[in-house]
């Protein structure tokens, strides 16, 4: 048995030595995404594997202008905290730009101090296998449980085998429940 922490495979007797949790009884693959909180995690058969975890995505409004986003990015990086993901959304006058940093309390600290108006939201960030259908399949079972996707963003390089969605589900243990099993 191999169990992935924060990414790292290792082998079983390497993890039961750190004190990671494992499934007593379960012959299956143990993904560890954070020591602070327990998260639910999905397995599609056995090679590919779907991970959710909840987080904290900030909403941060800024004006529309060059350099606004910059003074954010190195106000963050500053304090070293790092952006996991980030989706821009503009008006004519100003930009909201949603974003999962490493340390969302930190961060919202960090900004209010600076006058910058940001927001916190729960989301779902989903990594899973880069192929056709992969969202359908994710937007599908939503709705046969009326859960409704208030937005979502992802990305994944052109020739990755994995990629990363944020979904803004309209309630995110509901959500969590129903996608437990895909």
């Keep these: 048995m191999i169990v992935t922490v924060v990414g790292q495979a290792l082998p079983l ?4 030595r750190n004190a990671c949790p494992t499934i007593p ?17 999905l397995g599609m058969g056995d090679e590919s594997t779907i991970k959710i975890e909840s987080a904290t995505q900030l909403a941060v409004f800024l004006s529309n202008r060059p350099g606004a986003l910059a003074r954010v990015c190195e106000e963050l990086a500053g304090a070293e905290i790092n952006i996991h993901a980030l989706a821009i959304s503009d008006t004519a006058d100003h930009s909201v730009v949603r974003m999962v940093v490493s340390d969302p309390t930190k961060a919202l600290m960090l900004l ?3 006058g910058v108006l940001a ?15 992969t969202l359908g399949q994710i937007a599908d079972r939503l709705a046969g449980a009326e859960v409704n996707i208030e937005y979502a963003y ?24 129903v996608l437990r099993d895909l």
Excluded: C, F, Y
């Excluded at 009884?25 to 995690?41: F, K």
């Excluded at 990755?160 to 429940?177: F, N």
């Design 112 to 114: 209010g101090e600076r």
């Design 25 to 41: 009884g379960r012959d299956r693959t143990l993904l560890i995404v954070s020591t602070v909180e327990e998260r639910h995690l």
């Design 119 to 133: 927001l916190e939201t729960e989301v779902l960030m989903i990594e899973t296998e880069n192929h056709p259908g």
């Design 154 to 177: 992802m990305a994944a390089t052109l020739n990755s085998t994995k990629g990363l969605m944020i979904l803004r589900p309209d309630d995110v243990e509901k959500a969590q429940l």
């Design 13 to 16: 007797a390497v993890a039961r």
